[in-house]
């Protein structure tokens, strides 16, 4: 459905996006780095930066023929374990006991709200019905 909606490769905005990722794994690749730590560290570091891409010169940090053979080094290095489940952190209970909607259409949970009866319902139509109109 996703394809069908943004079009795929036929798509230039896809077809460009999709040949920047490409781009920049196959470099990646190609300088020995392990992927997955260097766009966690690019990615960090973007998002330290307001959650916007980085612009030069912090972005030559990430370029494989000027980075710092410490990082080069780092991000060569496969990504640490994942977490075993005592290390873990549980995340708190949602929605929060203070987070329910006062009245109107509520900002999460939408699919309860469609259930509930606060819902307008609509007589189901039947062919019959659409002919006599």
């Known amino acids: 459905m996703t394809r069908k909606n ?10 460009r996006n999709a ?15 392990n992927l997955q730590t260097y ?9 330290r930066n307001n959650g916007k891409p980085l612009a030069s010169p912090a972005l030559q940090r990430f370029l494989p023929w000027t980075a ?5 080094h780092a991000w060569a290095q496969p990504p640490p374990p994942p ?16 987070a329910a909607p006062v009245g109107g259409m509520p900002f999460h949970r939408t699919s309860e709200y469609l259930r509930s009866s606060a819902w307008p319902h609509r007589p189901k139509m ?8």
Request: aromatic share 4%.
């Open 83 to 98: 977490k075993t489940p005592s290390e873990i952190t549980p995340s708190p209970a949602w929605p929060p006991a203070t």
């Open 68 to 72: 710092s053979p410490e990082d080069l």
């Open 39 to 47: 766009l966690a560290a690019y990615l960090d570091e973007c998002g």
């Open 6 to 15: 943004a079009g795929g490769s036929r798509n230039g905005d896809t077809a």
């Open 126 to 133: 039947s062919l019959d019905s659409l002919s006599k109109r």
């Open 19 to 33: 040949a920047r990722i490409w781009t920049v794994t196959a470099t990646a690749a190609k300088a020995g780095l």
